[in-house]
Nanobody, 121 residues
Framework: QVQLVESGGGLVQAGGSLRLSCAASGRTFSSYAMGWFRQAPGKEREFVAAISWSGARTYYADSVKGRFTISRDNAKNTVYLQMNSLKPEDTAVYYC??????????????WGQGTQVTVSS
């Protein structure tokens, strides 16, 4: 079992930056690939970024490529999402997720409770 807790969300103006964190507890964090997802009101949850257990491989949705960076610190059991050049369409609840396999879909085994990101125009 893996428990995930996101933090770092908030209100930011367009063009600004936020860094989300996801702290993990439970089984060995470094064994898991990690992903970030988001869900805007009235929309389905969508993939944002993913990172392999070692950090060697990363994947991004086209909509965030070049603006967002996923990283992890296995010593701190934490995965991060650095979000730059934020746009109003980035407004959503952001979730982190963990799975043994590196995935770009939503089939992750473990999920956090989410953190709200609101980007004002």
């Amino acid at each position: 079992q893996v428990q995930l807790v996101e933090s770092g969300g908030g209100l930011v103006q367009a063009g600004g930056s936020l860094r989300l964190s996801c702290a993990a507890s439970g089984r060995t964090f470094s064994s898991y690939a990690m992903g970030w997802f988001r869900q805007a009101p009235g929309k389905e949850r969508e993939f944002v970024a993913a990172i392999s257990w070692s950090g060697a491989r990363t994947y991004y949705a086209d909509s965030v490529k070049g603006r967002f960076t996923i990283s992890r610190d296995n010593a701190k059991n934490t995965v991060y999402l650095q979000m730059n050049s934020l746009k109003p369409e980035d407004t959503a609840v952001y979730y982190c997720a963990a799975d043994i396999r590196l995935r770009v879909g939503t089939e992750y085994d473990y999920w956090g409770q989410g953190t709200q990101v609101t980007v004002s125009s």
